[in-house]
């Protein structure tokens, strides 16, 4: 059978200066319930951990949305029996992790679901006591880890632990080099580079770390002094954006920055419209050219979920004259790669959390890509030489 090239519609890059215009997104999501933490599934819907105050003390609340945030519905769940506080939540491939505390122990936990946020079991085997499960992070290989803060009796103290199994059990990863942090706020990979934001003696800090959080070096070239990076998020390639607070003597005051080169430079997004009753923001996440954002106004005790379009300027006058051509779409196991520019080109192929899957060189007219390791779900192939680039969307089944 002749195979026939089908080009694939390009996938769109993401302005400099963008994220301006903000709408409310909060439908089904119940008054008083603080929108914690995202999390991104395979199949591309949301969930989002809260927490809600009971008049006596905080219950944890998840929600799902199924189209990008315009709606929310209530997940009933069972066996969180000692959470009050909800903190954190990361899919690991088929299952959910979630770090929590009860403040009236004050105790620290992480709870395992394997459906979908129905029915949670403890999942703390390895965490030392006292340890606070702040935020998760997955590595390109599928390890878990987890940004904690421990208090020593004098001060906080960051701690990195990992989990090679899906949550069933931890080690902690002796770190240097974090040297002004004492609580850590978020943690995200970009490829294989990890970066983690935190405080510490009343400053922020963004670090990275490019051997799995052994070693790490000061990332804040370009954040303004002041803003607290509260949580990260991947977009497409080396795109990261940061949720930020920072205090104008007053109050606090949203603040979006973003790296286009994986956590090394970034740049503040001015100019945000629509965010007019937060204050402080709590988590953000990606989706399908859309942004979710959440937190919350101190001065009136309100909790809100806002969503921005990501403004889009096509790669394609650009990157016309790249001769190359990507296909079938949807895929299942093979991807067929047609190129006229030998190995000269590069690709990249990374999966919807941002996380690059491998890169290579085209060393031949005509390449194959095996899948049969990849789960279903989107993923992107970004082919770019020294001046222009292209980016496929996929979508595997």
Request: aromatic residues 12%; charged residues 10%; glycine residues 8%.
């Amino acid at each position: 059978m002749k195979l026939i090239t089908l080009f694939l519609t390009c996938f769109t890059t993401l302005t400099a200066f963008c994220q301006a215009n903000w709408s409310l997104s909060n439908t089904g999501i119940p008054s008083g319930y603080s929108p914690n933490d995202f999390a991104k599934a395979i199949n591309g819907d949301i969930y989002l951990v809260a927490s809600q105050y009971s008049g006596s003390s905080f219950k944890p609340k998840l929600l799902k949305s199924t189209n990008n945030g315009s709606s929310w519905s209530e997940i009933i769940m069972s066996g969180l029996t000692n959470v009050q506080n909800t903190n954190t939540i990361i899919f690991s491939g088929n299952k959910i992790l979630l770090g929590g505390s009860n403040s009236t122990t004050a105790s620290y936990y992480v709870y395992v679901s394997d459906d979908n946020g129905s029915n949670w079991t403890l999942s703390n085997s390895g965490i030392p006591s006292g340890y606070s499960p702040n935020d998760f992070a997955i590595a390109t290989n599928g390890d878990v880890y987890l940004a904690s803060a421990y208090y020593n009796g004098t001060s906080f103290e960051p701690k990195l632990l990992k989990s090679t199994n899906n949550g069933s059990s931890w080690n902690e990863v002796t770190m240097s080099g974090l040297s002004n942090i004492q609580l850590p706020n978020s943690i995200i990979f970009n490829g294989s580079k990890l970066l983690l934001s935190g405080t510490g003696s009343g400053s922020y800090y963004v670090y990275s770390s490019t051997n799995n959080g052994l070693n790490w070096t000061l990332s804040n070239s370009g954040v303004p002094s002041g803003y607290s990076v509260n949580d990260f998020t991947n977009a497409t390639g080396q795109i990261i954006y940061a949720a930020c607070s920072q205090f104008n003597g007053t109050s606090f005051v949203p603040h979006i920055i973003k790296s286009t080169n994986g956590g090394t430079n970034w740049s503040d997004i001015t100019g945000l419209s629509g965010l007019t009753s937060l204050q402080n923001t709590n988590s953000i996440v990606y989706g399908n050219n859309n942004l979710l954002l959440g937190g919350s106004n101190s001065s009136t005790s309100s909790y809100f979920v806002f969503s921005s379009p990501v403004p889009t300027t096509s790669l394609e006058d650009e990157s016309s004259n790249i001769p190359f051509s990507i296909f079938p779409n949807p895929f299942n196991e093979t991807l067929f790669l047609y190129s006229q520019l030998g190995n000269d080109l590069q690709i990249r192929l990374t999966n919807s959390f941002g996380q690059t899957l491998f890169e290579k060189k085209i060393t031949a007219e005509k390449e194959l890509i095996n899948t049969s390791s990849l789960l279903a779900g989107v993923y992107f192939v970004t082919v770019y030489d020294q001046e222009k680039r292209k980016t496929f969307k996929l979508v595997k089944y």
